[in-house]
């Protein structure tokens, strides 16, 4: 019964048409009995919130030996329930089951023009942006996302590490910021984008969306080849800007396959 309510809390959060495919109870028991972590989120007795993970391998990278981690597929809460810090609780649940089990490393996928997740993941968490992967899921999204590209930022989130202190809020450029402008505040590199992506592209069209999409994929698998990102935050006049910093020579990034 549980898995089947986070089946269908799932499908309703992310809009999911018919043909758009969905998760079953079954996978979801699977992982749960495979090394797999299902955390669920309640408010009594109703579902409101869950993640799904799954254990992976990382087969070296930078001379170092294979390491396992937990990937997160994905977490959705309901959208009533959003704002309520209930996606800090399942992510700090995950965590802690993680710990329990001796793995120090978590990685998730989001879509870096998602703002809004980005601020949580970096800024909140304290995770980073590794890698950037074009088109993980295909040349299109599904449910709510449909038409959009499914280009997405691997975030980490090492257990063990250090509390990182607040990244300084970007100071403006001569002239002021505008989206997709890419800047040098000191050593690291500023990116400026839209803080609510969705209104963008209702307000501009699905063309002048696609057109700076492609401005801001093109700068940031750019940026990820010597830099991380570690911070997104908002900026007046309904933008935000990510910060990337120079990776430290002996930073373990993304293999790629």
């Known amino acids: 019964m549980e898995m089947a309510d986070c089946v ?3 499908e ?19 992982l749960q009995h495979n090394s797999g972590l299902v955390i669920g989120a309640y408010l009594g ?14 087969h070296g990278a ?3 030996g294979p390491r396992l981690y937990q990937y997160s597929q994905l977490a959705v809460v309901a959208d009533e329930r959003q704002g309520l810090g209930i996606g800090r609780l399942l992510k700090l649940g995950q965590r802690d089951r993680c710990l329990a089990q001796g793995t120090t490393l978590i990685r998730w996928a ?13 800024d909140v968490l304290g995770a980073v942006v590794d890698a950037f992967k074009p088109a993980l899921y295909g ?13 997405r930022f691997i975030v980490s989130w090492d257990l063990n590490g250090p509390a990182r202190p607040a990244a300084p809020a970007p100071g403006p450029p001569p002239g002021g910021h505008h989206p997709g ?5 000191g050593d690291d590199r500023i990116v400026v984008l839209p803080d609510d992506w969705h209104r963008l592209r209702a307000e501009t069209g699905p063309d002048h969306a696609a057109r700076l999409r492609g401005r801001l994929s093109h700068t940031f698998a750019r940026l990820l080849t010597d830099r991380t990102a570690v911070s997104c935050v908002r900026l007046p006049d309904g933008l935000a800007a990510y910060r990337f910093v120079p990776r430290p020579a002996a930073h373990a990034t993304i293999p790629r396959p």
């Open 8 to 10: 269908a809390l799932y």
């Open 12 to 30: 309703r959060v992310m809009g999911l048409r018919p043909d758009d495919g969905s998760l079953n109870p079954r996978l979801l028991t699977a």
């Open 45 to 58: 007795d109703e579902l409101v919130g869950f993640t799904y993970s799954f254990l992976a391998l990382e």
């Open 62 to 64: 930078d001379g170092h």
């Open 110 to 122: 989001y879509d870096p023009l998602q703002t809004r997740n980005a601020h949580f993941n970096l």
């Open 139 to 151: 040349t299109s999204g599904f449910g709510a996302a449909t038409g959009e590209p499914t280009d």
């Open 181 to 185: 402008e890419v800047y040098d505040d």
